[in-house]
């Protein structure tokens, strides 16, 4: 099956600074690469995803960027703000299977 | 519109005692997932459901069982619990074929669950 490899598993940086955020993965059926973001006490939410036949898709200060020949994409947070603050989870979907990476907890510090 | 309702939030469980843990959603998805996740970890997904009177198991199914009667319903069963399956349980839901959910997957607010 998948797997999915995510990096770093723990991100500090300063407001108004950027945020990477990285994920590989094996299978290379997978097709959809979703983001999650995962406040304390709640469940993962939907916050950027990108398909198989598109190399980068961007949503105001959150980018994300897809190479499927070396099977890695990235998230990319610009202008990073406190509220930004949270776990990253990033995922591979193949047929009727999503796999998620082990979490990124992002701290923005003011 | 409520998303995806999962109860109860929390509870306590003794060693070989069953419990259900109840998951429903509002927005007519297909789709319905059951994942676990633990500390450091992700999340590892239980079972899953294509549609109602449809599931599957997914990649740690052991000690757990699902039914999924209605396309709004989807039940998670753990029988006889133990310590292993301490872990906070989160139900999601997707519209979609096989291929690719549309618009992702949503969550719901998870269930913490301790078996001691």
């Known amino acids: 099956g998948e797997n999915v490899e995510q990096h770093p598993s723990t991100l500090s940086v300063q407001e108004g600074d950027s945020a990477v955020i990285k994920c590989t993965y094996s299978d290379s059926a997978s097709n959809y690469f979703p ?76 | 519109n409520a998303g995806v309702t999962q109860t109860p939030k929390f509870r306590i469980l003794k060693i070989g005692q069953s419990m259900t843990l109840q998951c429903t959603q509002d927005m007519n998805h297909n789709y319905m997932y059951w994942y676990r996740q633990d500390p450091g970890m992700g999340l590892k997904l239980i079972y899953y459901s294509v549609g109602a009177g449809i599931t599957d198991k997914g990649e740690v199914p052991n000690g757990y069982n699902v039914s999924r009667s209605t396309t709004e319903d989807f039940p998670l069963r753990l029988e006889l619990a133990a310590p292993s399956q301490t872990s906070v349980y989160f139900c999601a839901s997707s519209y979609g074929d096989s291929a690719a959910p549309s618009g992702g997957y949503t969550f719901g607010s998870g269930t913490r669950l301790t078996v001691v």
Not at chain 1, 84 to 92: G, L, N, P, Q, T
Not at chain 1, 94 to 107: K, P, V
């Open chain 1, 35 to 110: 983001w999650y973001k995962q406040e304390l006490g709640k469940g993962p939410q939907l916050i950027i995803d990108i398909r198989s036949n598109v190399g980068e898709k961007k949503d105001q200060r959150i980018a994300v960027t897809l190479n499927k020949t070396a099977k890695h994409f990235s998230l990319h947070i610009t202008e990073t703000q406190p509220e930004d603050s949270a776990v990253y989870f990033c995922a591979a979907h193949e047929i009727n299977d999503m796999r998620f990476g082990a979490g990124t907890r992002l701290t923005v510090k003011p």
